[in-house]
């Protein structure tokens, strides 16, 4: 999952597949999501990513039972 982040900006940019993008849905000012033609998400922005505290990422790592 390619992961990009803008510091001039503070934007997160989570990209999940390379599919075309036909609609881009806003979940609220800061939080937008991008699907592809059947319904999957290609693409997630997230604005103020560093302000809101979701950039650096913190990833755990598990082991499956």
Known sequence: ???????????????FSDELIVREVSQ???????YDAQGRIVEMVV???????????????KQAA
């Open 47 to 61: 604005l103020d990513a560093r302000a809101i505290g979701l950039y650096p990422a913190l990833v755990e790592s």
């Open 1 to 15: 999952m390619p992961t990009t982040y803008y510091p001039d900006d503070d934007i997160l940019e989570l990209r």
């Open 28 to 34: 609220n000012w800061d939080i937008h999501i991008s």
